[in-house]
């Protein structure tokens, strides 16, 4: 079973960037789709961003031009690089499987706020 490990999240002022890490305990490069999820307090998780091995990701609207996910499968880690943060993207943020089939890792918490 793969574990996933996520880190990089912190508090960040508004228009301020983080860059996001999920590392993987097993090997990626078989799951075809990996995505970054988030939840913030009181909704329902909801995916940010996918990466699919023929080098095809997707966005939510509310990130598009925002965030940018990225893989190594070499390294077995999943990236997303996020810049003008807003305060609305404040959440804990997961990555998983697209759909997300492996065990939920703790996340990483980000606090966009001044």
């Known amino acids: 079973q793969v574990q996933l490990v996520e880190s990089g999240g912190g508090l960040v002022q508004p228009g301020g960037s983080l860059r996001l890490s999920c590392a993987a305990s097993g090997s990626i490069f078989s799951i075809y789709a990996m995505a970054w999820y988030r939840q913030a307090p009181g909704k329902e998780r909801e995916l940010v961003a996918g990466t699919h091995n023929g080098g095809i990701t997707n966005y939510a609207d509310s990130v598009k031009g925002r965030f940018t996910i990225s893989r190594d499968n070499a390294k077995n880690t999943v990236y997303l690089q996020m810049k003008s943060l807003k305060p609305e993207d404040t959440a804990v943020y997961y990555c998983?499987?697209?759909?997300?089939?492996?065990?939920w890792g703790q996340g990483t918490q980000v606090t966009v706020s001044s």
């Open positions: 998983n499987a697209v759909p997300p089939r492996l065990t």
